[in-house]
């Protein structure tokens, strides 16, 4: 376990992952001295992604300035977001392990409030969010997270088609199972099937039952997304959640 004033619940493998990533950017960029050696910056930032602390309080737990862990903690995120996989590489991934279909859903990251108030207002809610579209495999993987956008403004079905997930997902071979919220967005989109004139019969109410039973394992996947507390509520910029969440994608592709 990590310590930092208080107990952090990730492997030291963890730590070493991000601290490695951490040392071979400095010598990129010919940092020759930080206030923070590599492995404390990433304690750092380990302890803000886990716990969701303030600047502040980790300011005051490593002794060193709140601007400083401003920039420590944007450029570390920013480090792990950029070896996040994108969709597409997700998807053919997958279909190269001889999966043939994959678990969609969708989230909203609760925000504070904003100045562009009406795109990010969540009316279903009733809090300021962003909407995350998240990829699992058959098995409850998280194995790709999209680009966020205000919750206000899109629905599931509006932010699968502006990420494009069907269109990529038919080029890769893949089906996708849904929820009701994404009915009718694609062929190759499966979702249970809804009563229109009175209840259903027992055929389409065991081909729900048998849907609920494959896309339950889809949930542990945003379940593991928000063990990460940061996600809680980001009290930073809205357009910093995509940055929090694929950097979390990241750690969680290396613990295993």
Known sequence: MLLYPSTIDLSTTTLRYVADLLRAHRRAVGSRWRKLAAHEQARLVLAFLRHGDTYARLAAGFGIGVATVYRYIHETTRLLAGRAPSLQAALWRLAWTHNNFAILDGTEIRINRVAANRPFYSGKHRHHAINLQGLTDPYGRLIWISPGLPAGSVNDTSAARAHRIPELAEKAGIWLLADRGYHKLAPGVITPYKSWHGPLTTPYTDANTAHARI????????????????LDRVRCSPHHVTTLAQAILTLEHQTR
């Not at 896309?215 to 507390?229: D, I, M, P, S, Y």
């Open 215 to 230: 896309r339950c394992h889809g949930e542990r996947g945003f379940a593991t997304l928000k063990n990460w507390h940061v």
